[in-house]
């Protein structure tokens, strides 16, 4: 099914990082698009993936989460009510050391956390076991579907 959402990719902040990184972000991009038409979002939807590091990630996590701790993806929703859902931010540091722990590549643990993350901006959440619950089993069926075998167990929060 050919889908006509716009997903955009940039790097931030540029670094010598990125490139020892052989990122797809083609594929990065399907897995934001499969995630859109998973839900049935609109068609006309648009989403920005952004590729940064550690310390990024850790300055946005303190400023708006008032958490002062690295993370491996944020999700800011667009205030607008158009079709921007908003910006997915990866930390591409974290994404290879989880990648390393758990016996897979970089670019697998990627897809995830832009699935996951086009989870948030469509307002999915994991605040709660029930949530949570809900939230995996539907990354879980979109991984699945790009066929990547990449599981993390429901938390007893």
Known sequence: MPYSYYIST?????????????????KLRHAAKETLANRSADP????????????YLNELNNKYSGINATTDVLSFPSTENNKYLGDI???TEYAVRT????????????????????????GYNHSTPNEQKIMWEIQEEILSKLKIAISYPVENT
């Open 89 to 91: 931010i990866l930390s």
């Open 10 to 26: 940039r790097v931030y902040p540029s670094s010598n990082f990125h490139t020892s990184i052989p990122v797809n972000h083609a």
């Open 99 to 122: 990648a390393d722990q758990k016996g897979h590549s970089a670019n697998e643990e990627l897809q995830l956390l832009t699935v996951h993350g086009t989870l948030h901006l469509l």
């Open 44 to 55: 006309d939807s648009a989403i920005c993936i952004v590729l940064s590091l550690d310390y």
